[in-house]
């Protein structure tokens, strides 16, 4: 046994040498196929120039090699950079090939997508524009929008001088109006989406305030019953007028003859007169509302002589008092 192991060494480590690359010859030549995603970097823009279209920030590789070596490419975080130091404004095609690729020897690359890069560089520029809300959805029913208030108004952008030139307005993110019956209001922040432009670090939410008020209409109310006196006035004719009101649409959708009040008004007459008169209407309408139109404008009302203490000072605002509570 001692013999068996302790002669021929020089034999022995050969046979071990080539045992081992022949097991790295077999494994390690093992092919396969994968697909890279490999990171596209854009360095030294030149100065006061910008990039003014959306270049991929990926492009795909389809790499063929010993399995190994593809292994340790997808542990090595590749990326593609593009350097334009000395690039003048306007567009160039970039071709990918795969010499341009930093891909180790014994792989080939057998696609790329995509093959060819546009860059299109343009003069930065600034400007200030304003800042316009985006309102979506709807009041509720018998309302509107009056109006809106922005704060900041305006903004300092910088981007591309073809695009810059042609924007006169930056718009905020969707404010929601969700069927509002009062002012809205709402921080948002600048929608910037598809633009190749750039916003100051210190602008943040914008505020906006959206005006939200009542419809104003009118609507003609019926068989509006005239209050009087019944101390100082016997009978009016005719008993019910009909009264046109100006106000929020909301507010007259729900109102009733009732809700009016319409009174003889007796601070013409004379305490002591009695009979048939013609006399003037006072109307009271609800709160918010203002009257357009009483027909008629006046009643014929069948006075009572009132008691003469009634005719000393004061007294005819006593005998209106009466008649309000009982109007009431």
Excluded at 32 to 60: G, K, W
Excluded at 279 to 302: F, H, N, Q, Y
Aim: charged content about 25%.
């Amino acid at each position: 046994m001692r013999g068996l192991l302790g002669g021929n060494w020089g034999l022995k480590l050969v046979s071990l040498a080539f045992a081992v690359l022949l097991w790295f010859f077999v494994v390690g030549e093992e092919k396969a196929e994968v697909t890279l995603s490999i990171p596209l970097e854009i360095v030294n823009v030149p100065p006061r120039m910008v990039i003014a279209n959306d270049p991929p920030p990926y492009i795909e590789v389809r790499a063929y090699g010993p399995r190994n070596l593809l292994r340790n490419l997808t542990l090595q975080g590749l990326s593609k950079v593009i350097d334009l130091r000395g690039a003048k404004a306007g567009e160039m095609i970039i071709h990918l090939s795969p010499e341009s690729l930093a891909l180790p020897s014994g792989v080939r690359t057998r696609r790329i997508q995509p093959a060819t890069i546009q860059i299109v560089l343009d003069w930065l520029l600034e400007k200030t524009v304003e800042i316009e809300p985006v309102i979506v959805g709807t009041v509720a029913p018998y309302y509107e929008i009056a109006g809106w208030e922005v704060n900041p108004k305006k903004v300092l952008v910088s981007g591309p001088a073809r695009e810059i030139k042609a924007l006169d307005k930056v718009r905020t993110l969707p404010i929601d109006l969700k069927g509002a019956t009062k002012d809205v209001l709402a921080d948002t922040a600048l929608d910037v989406e598809g633009l190749h432009i750039s916003l100051p670090e210190r602008v943040g939410l914008v505020q906006v305030a959206v005006h939200v008020r009542p419809i104003q209409g009118e609507k003609r109310i019926t068989h509006v019953p005239v209050q009087f006196d019944k101390k100082a006035v016997e009978r009016v004719w005719p008993p019910v007028v009909t009264c046109m009101l100006k106000g929020p649409l909301v507010e007259l959708k729900r109102l009733h003859p009732k809700d009016i009040s319409v009174s003889v008004d007796l601070s013409g007459v004379p305490a002591d007169a009695s009979g048939l008169k013609r006399l003037p209407l006072r109307i009271v309408p609800p709160p918010g509302m203002t009257v357009v139109k009483v027909v008629p404008e006046s009643v014929k009302a069948k006075v009572k002589k009132r008691p003469r203490l009634e005719n000393t000072g004061g007294n005819e605002g006593t005998a209106d008092n009466t008649a309000a509570e009982d109007s009431q």
